[in-house]
């Protein structure tokens, strides 16, 4: 178990700054994930730990060991870490067994104990039986658990993965990544992962780091606190679909942009005229009646787990939606151009324009 | 970058191959432009310009040009109509034909040179003598050693360049562009004059440019026909003033402004090439196979699969037959009959002179450790360029590109001033001087090979070496390598086969015991040893399609 500790570190390609003074630490064990829109960096800083590139300025620490920066520059080989990449990178004139064993054959372990090792390490990505295997022979998402294997057999204190699920398709990617979270807690060691899919990145981290496209880390929290409790509206737009509605205060209330609805819950502390409210389409609850906001359905498609609506309320249009069982109850289902009534469980409010955030993510 | 320069791998690796470029290419190359210009310590173009004037030189120039345009116009029609016949008609036994049209590719186009001079010489050739002594012709009805002779063999032997490119565009033309037009009222002839043609125009003008750079530097067949009547090309030239001065300062200087002519030419038609190339992949020409609508050729069939096996028939089996037949004669000028015929040259050849079995060896052992040592140097160079970031990467693509310009001639000049002992080396007149002068001119073949298999080679394969504990140079031998190898495969061959029949470069270079296949030819020949030399030839020929033949069928390397 290692620790990963980054301070200020810089890193520009052909003039063009990607990373700017960036402090951050990994603790021993963790299970970290940097999550950002591509081009944001991330894979960069991946580089940069693992020793490919070298860093401008800052300096890099793996454990207690200097890596970078500061007059240090270890090579990869002796950073004693495991690397995933989003292309799976297994070595196509090796059989799965020769793969998995490299890490080892290089460290120049005992015969004996390197054939026990690449077989734990080949069953615990489940895929023994298919040692003799050459990786033409293997699908992509068999491809991908050999290059897990090959990252795992040395076992590193450290494993760096780059966005390993990109290419498989859902089902794979949803099985991999709760494969890739039970391994780290089995065998305890620290992962960093690389992605711009929130769902990957909420279901696997311990903490979640969120770049934006200038390759600033905006905020580092649990996956609660980046969820629910987002530091800007970058954050909170990146996790995941969101309304945002431009609001008007007069007085201690605020109107919607109609002009004439007024906010139905508390009203937020702040002090300007304008300020931008989000939700999420499930924070909308429907209501035949009641004093929530009023609205018309414009939209309403059945999407098997969901119900998605369209609605117009307040001189905006919102995204809303309910789980299936309540879509499919004759009595909660809402047809199109039905009235109904808006509440709102969930909420965040920020005071940039609703244009700048639009603009800003993605 | 921040930090202080490391001595590490990518600096070895980085260095080396700089070093196998400059001493290899770079400086043989550069004495040559040296002497060319610079006389005694200064920069003298009017000198230049003084040597280019005389008589001889200015004919040699002029000559070239004259060889190389015609060779090119009657090659560049020649592979056109070949290649449009087999895959745009309805020719029968089409595929046969095109493998049968390569076969030139394979023979070396000296030992044709020296096939039809025993045919067409004006006196002793035997068909001029067919038609003076049988036929009663008051006189021969072909000269072979004049322009129009040495063009002749030259296009024999040359034409494939276009016929390779034409064939390719013709396959890969998506055949709704010419559907339309037929669509739009046009007929097949009209939409192959308007449509047809100016689409494959691009290949067509490259093959044309490489006919044209070939014929210019091109030695054998213009030493065989035409030293006779006095038509001296640059390197035949080039040859016969280094060979007959044994050396002077004179000679020299005249062959390196010679040879500085001839890289300025070289240099501007691979320019052209590029921008033909660059300009003419129209997205037309597509990388997918079609099946193109075929030209019924009708009352035309028969006659045009006539024509076509008359003409294979006339320009491989004729000479190739001949050289077997007069390389069994007991004494040259006999008429070829059984009772004429021996198989002594054969035999003595081979077992019994040491000069041609000496010849036999030095060719197939510098053939191999050319291809060997160039393999290796091209996977190294090749690798510096296509994978590592360094600075100064420029200058070795730059280098690296600089064998593609440079002729046979020039090369093996540049090596004579460079390891002549000028500089503290000498291996004149050793077998070493060819094997450094093939090392030179066969680069360009190991880098092209290497480069197109390092391209396949993705970044994150190495990186996941590294990142597995492999040093630079493990993960060199444990994946670059073995995933390059079938590139390697190709260098090797795509280098030991025109060296098991190079001539151009080893006429300049032999001592008294370090002929090869190619000299003892040519040189046997010249001494008139006729009946040896076509012996010779045809020994030359086995070997040569025996190792074609058995490298294609293991390997199956495409050109």
């Keep these: 178990m290692t620790s990963v500790r980054i301070d200020g570190l810089s890193k520009s390609f052909g003039g063009r700054k990607i990373l700017h003074d960036l402090d951050l630490t990994v603790e021993a064990g963790e299970s970290f994930t940097l999550l950002g829109p591509s081009g944001c960096g991330k894979t960069v800083l991946m580089r940069l730990l693992a020793g490919f590139d070298r860093p401008d300025a800052g300096t890099i620490r793996i454990g207690d060991r200097l890596v970078a920066g500061d007059g240090a520059d270890v090579p990869p080989d002796r950073r004693g870490l495991g690397m995933v990449f989003q292309d799976y990178a297994v070595w196509p004139h090796m059989s799965v067994a020769d793969n998995v064993a490299y890490p080892l054959k290089i460290a120049r372990t005992a015969a ?86 929130q769902e990957i990145a909420l279901a696997i981290a311990d903490r979640i780091g969120v770049m934006d496209e200038t390759g600033r880390l905006r905020q580092v929290g649990t996956p609660d606190d980046v969820f629910d409790r987002p530091i800007d509206a970058f954050v909170y737009r990146f996790l995941g679909v969101a309304n945002f509605v431009p609001m008007r205060r007069v007085g201690a209330t605020w109107l919607f942009p109609d002009g004439a609805a007024v906010w139905p819950g508390e009203a937020p502390g702040l002090a300007g005229e304008h300020a931008t409210f989000g939700c999420r389409p499930f924070d909308i609850e429907l209501a035949r009646d009641g004093d929530g906001l009023a609205g018309v359905v414009r939209r309403a498609s059945f999407l098997g787990a969901q119900m998605d609506y369209l609605i117009e309320a307040g001189g905006v249009t919102f995204r809303a939606a309910t789980d299936s069982r309540r879509a499919l109850d004759p009595a909660q289902r809402f047809e199109e151009g039905e009235t109904c009534r808006l509440a709102f469980r969930g909420s965040q409010w920020f005071d940039t324009a609703v244009a700048d955030i639009e603009g800003g993510a993605r | 970058m921040t930090g202080s320069f490391r001595f590490g791998t990518p600096q070895i690796l980085f260095g080396l191959a700089v070093a196998i470029l400059v001493i290899f290419v770079a400086v043989p190359v550069l004495l040559i432009f040296f002497n060319a210009l610079w006389v005694n310590g200064s920069l003298n173009i009017a000198d230049m310009v003084k040597v280019l004037s005389e008589r001889e030189t200015y004919k040699a120039l002029i000559n070239s040009l004259i060889l190389a345009s015609g060779v090119t116009v009657t090659g560049t029609i020649v592979g056109t109509f070949f290649a449009w016949l087999v895959t745009r008609t309805d020719l029968p036994y089409k595929g046969a034909m095109k493998v049968l049209f390569l076969v030139p590719f394979m023979l070396p186009s000296f030992i044709g040179a020296l096939a039809w001079k025993m045919l067409l010489s004006p006196r002793s050739g035997y068909i001029n003598r067919f038609f003076i002594e049988t036929l009663g012709f008051p006189g ?119 040879s ?142 600089l064998p593609f310009s440079v002729p046979g001639s ?144 293991v390997f199956k390397i495409e050109k």
């Design chain 1, 112 to 197: 004996d104990e390197r054939d026990r090792r690449t077989r734990r390490a080949i069953g615990q990505v489940g895929l023994a039986g298919l040692e003799a295997r050459m990786p033409s022979q293997l699908s992509g998402g068999q491809q991908q658990r050999v290059a897990l294997a090959r990252a795992l057999v040395s076992e590193p204190s450290l494993l760096l993965l780059d966005e390993p699920l990109n290419n498989l398709d859902a089902n794979l990617r949803e099985e991999m990544r709760f494969e890739i979270r039970e391994l780290q807690q089995k065998l305890g060691i620290t992962v960093i992962y690389v992605t711009h899919d």
């Design chain 2, 140 to 258: 021969p009805i072909f000269d072979i050693y004049t322009y129009q002779g040495i063009i002749l063999v030259e296009t024999m032997y040359l034409f494939p360049f276009v016929f390779i490119q034409v064939c390719g565009a013709l396959e890969r033309m998506d055949p709704t562009l010419e559907e339309s037009a037929r669509i739009s009222g046009a007929d097949l002839f009209t939409i192959t004059r308007k449509i047809t043609i100016p689409l494959v125009a691009p290949s067509i003008l490259s093959g044309a440019l490489l006919i044209m750079l070939y014929s210019m530097a091109h030695f054998g067949t213009v030493a065989m026909l035409g030293i006779e009547a006095g038509i001296y090309n640059i390197p035949t030239l080039i040859y016969e003033r280094i060979h007959q001065s044994a050396g002077s300062f004179a000679a020299i200087r005249t062959g390196t402004v010679l």
């Design chain 2, 260 to 401: 500085t002519v001839l890289v300025i030419a070289a240099a501007l038609i691979i320019w052209l090439q590029n921008r033909v190339l660059s300009k003419g992949r129209y997205q037309i020409i597509a990388g997918k196979s079609f099946r193109p609508t075929e030209i019924r050729l009708r009352g035309l069939r028969l006659p045009l699969l006539a024509f076509c096996i008359a003409y294979i028939g006339f320009t491989i089996v004729l000479p190739t037959t001949t050289i077997f037949l007069v390389g069994g004669l007991k004494t040259y000028g006999l008429p070829i009959a059984v009772e004429n015929m021996t198989f002594d040259n054969y035999h003595h050849i081979l077992f019994e002179w040491d000069l041609t079995r000496d010849a036999i060896w030095n060719s197939i052992g510098l053939g191999l450790a050319a291809a060997l040592i160039t393999m290796f140097a091209g996977v190294i160079i090749s690798y510096v360029i296509v994978k590592m970031k360094v600075p100064g990467k420029g200058l070795l693509e730059f280098l690296g590109m």
């Design chain 2, 410 to 553: 020039v090369i093996a000049l540049g090596v004579i001033l460079a390891w002549s002992g000028k500089y503290g080396i000498n291996i004149y007149n050793t077998i070493w001087i060819i094997l450094v002068a093939y090392i030179a001119r066969y680069m360009a073949f190991a880098l092209k090979a290497n480069s197109a298999a390092l391209e396949q080679v993705h970044d994150s394969l190495v990186e996941a070496a590294r990142a597995s504990g492999a040093t630079m140079w493990q993960a060199l031998r444990d994946i670059v390598i073995p995933l390059v190898r079938p590139g390697m495969v190709a260098a090797f061959f795509l280098i030991f086969l025109p060296a098991l029949r190079e001539l151009t470069v080893s006429v300049l270079l032999y001592g008294p015991t370090t002929r090869t296949i190619g000299v003892a030819i040519y040189t046997l020949n010249e001494d008139g040893e006729t009946v040896y030399a076509a012996a010779m030839a045809g020994v030359a020929l086995i070997i040569i399609v025996t190792a074609e033949v058995v490298v294609k069928r």
